[in-house]
């Protein structure tokens, strides 16, 4: 039996025409999770590379973000494996490198640009999403590598929603990648807290729990 977490794929970033790998981890079945965040991602790291291996990415370079809840991303250009201070988002053009976000209720936000193949990560719960990081990601990639919106796709993955939450930050989220430009917009609508034998949930299970992995990669040539 693998040791991988079980992972799950969006259809609009499986279908995109351009060479990118990504996934979603689910909960762990029977992994004792219920403590603080470093501990409980301590516990799921061998599951998580497990996974990382099983769909094609052991070996790329598995960069993280230090998730502050704020609006910062950074951009990736290569290096070891390691965790940027400060930033909730990771943007690279860089095949070899696997970005991730860790999530527990907030947002995973995916972003990729099939023509100038350009990806990007991001952790958007409340705060971020008031301080507008989806918008201020594709404004980073249209400067950066210049990124045309109208050209990308956006993908949200579970996160938290009413009524187990009192703030709707997915429609938000999505709201921002539409007045951004981008037209391909997809959620897979599905909410954490509602699905919690699937998912790790912050707020119903009170602080103490998992955390899941998104996972975004370029293809290696």
């Not at 094609?56 to 965790?83: D, P």
């Not at 909730?88 to 970005?99: Q, Y």
């Not at 699905?195 to 370029?218: C, D, H, I, P, Q």
Request: glycine residues 10%; hydrophobic residues 45%.
């Amino acid at each position: 039996m693998s040791d991988a977490a079980p992972v799950e794929f969006f259809p609009a970033l499986t279908a995109a025409s351009v060479g990118i790998t990504h996934g979603f981890t689910g909960r762990v079945p029977a992994l004792d999770v219920t403590a603080e965040r470093e501990t409980s991602l301590a516990r799921l790291e061998r599951a998580h590379a497990a996974t990382r291996a099983e769909i094609g990415l052991g070996t790329h370079a598995f960069i993280t973000a230090e998730q502050v809840h704020g609006a910062g991303v950074a951009i990736v250009e290569g290096g070891a494996a390691g965790t940027f201070a400060g930033v909730d988002g990771l943007i690279t053009a860089t095949a070899g490198i696997c970005l991730g976000i860790h999530v527990a209720d907030c947002g995973p936000v995916y972003l990729v640009d099939p023509v100038r193949r350009v990806i990007a990560l991001l952790h958007s719960g409340r705060k971020g999403t008031e301080q507008a990081i989806t918008t201020i990601a594709i404004r980073t990639m249209q400067r950066e590598f210049g990124c045309d919106p109208a050209e990308m796709i956006v993908q949200l993955g579970p996160c938290i929603r009413p009524p187990h939450y009192e703030i709707d930050f997915a429609v938000e989220i999505l709201r921002q990648a539409r007045e951004a430009g981008v037209r391909e917009v997809h959620d897979c609508g599905t909410c954490t807290g509602a699905n919690v034998s699937r998912y790790y949930s912050y707020r119903v299970e009170k602080g103490r729990t998992g955390r899941m992995l998104a996972l975004l990669a370029l293809a290696l040539p």
